[in-house]
């Protein structure tokens, strides 16, 4: 059914190396290619290190190949159009080492999102998924809609119960300026919030004239430890990479995020990735460059 990806996995996929000859010259000469260096030898490398292109530091240009999976995607539980287990299907399929669910919650936007007993059944299936998909793991988030005087619809316990929570933003449309960089910059400073998604994940990409204040928005989410996501969709419009550039200097942990409704969207990750590393955006920026463990390490810290 979905043959027509088996491509795409020595395109993008985070484990495969590009210079796969180079194990054999680590062989022959016991150097570990992926060790750092002393401190008094900076400038001696071996061929194998300069050559060795399946491993990036935190300091390096973010490259598709180091996208290690997708935090933001939908399933048919909401407004998705397939099974959490296609969904998986896929994220192996094209290489990633983890998927993230992160359908709706109940809202006034959303009449069709999850709600609590939803989420319970969900959870028992991504877990029994997981239990199954010996190179997938799977994370079970959700995507809430603020409220337009920044109310969240769960509270503080019950965010908990995911991996990582999402928070959008519907109703801003008729704030003024100064409004919406207050519901914003509080959405950013709340410790039950991982990522703060759409629209702030378009107006990162773009000049926000009139929009809201987003330094100061990006203040709050660097004293919060909140993600900021970069929105990988490849029809979006022309980008400019300066409030992503500020958000790197600042420490602000960005999201490269399709916000897949489909399978098929998945694998616009790389378009994201790619332009980010046009632009000049580090490794060490992104989470979903983190493995699966080290992203569990990271958002139970958070919590």
Known sequence: MYSDWNDGRAHGAPDSSPNDSNSSDSDETGTEAHESPAPDSRGKFTLTELTD?????????????????????HSNYTDGTHSIAEMAEIAAE??????????????????????LEAVCYQRGEVDELHSKLPHLDLFQGVEIDAGPRGQLPLDDETLKVFDYVIVSFPDTVDLTFEERTALVTRIASHPGVTILGLPVGDWILRRDDGILDLERVLHAASAGGTA???????????VDWSKCLLAQEMGVKMVISPNAHRAARLVDYRHGAQQANTAGLCCGSFLNTLSADELRQYLARAR
């Not at 900021?228 to 022309?238: F, H, I, K």
């Open 53 to 73: 292109l399946s491993h990036s530091t935190d300091h390096d240009p973010v490259r598709p190949c180091d996208i290690r999976g997708i935090l933001h995607s």
């Open 94 to 115: 094209i290489g990633l080492e983890y998927l993230g669910i992160s359908d709706h919650f109940q809202s006034s936007v959303h009449c069709n999102g999850l709600d």
């Open 228 to 238: 900021v996501e970069m929105n990988a969709n490849p029809s979006r419009l022309p």
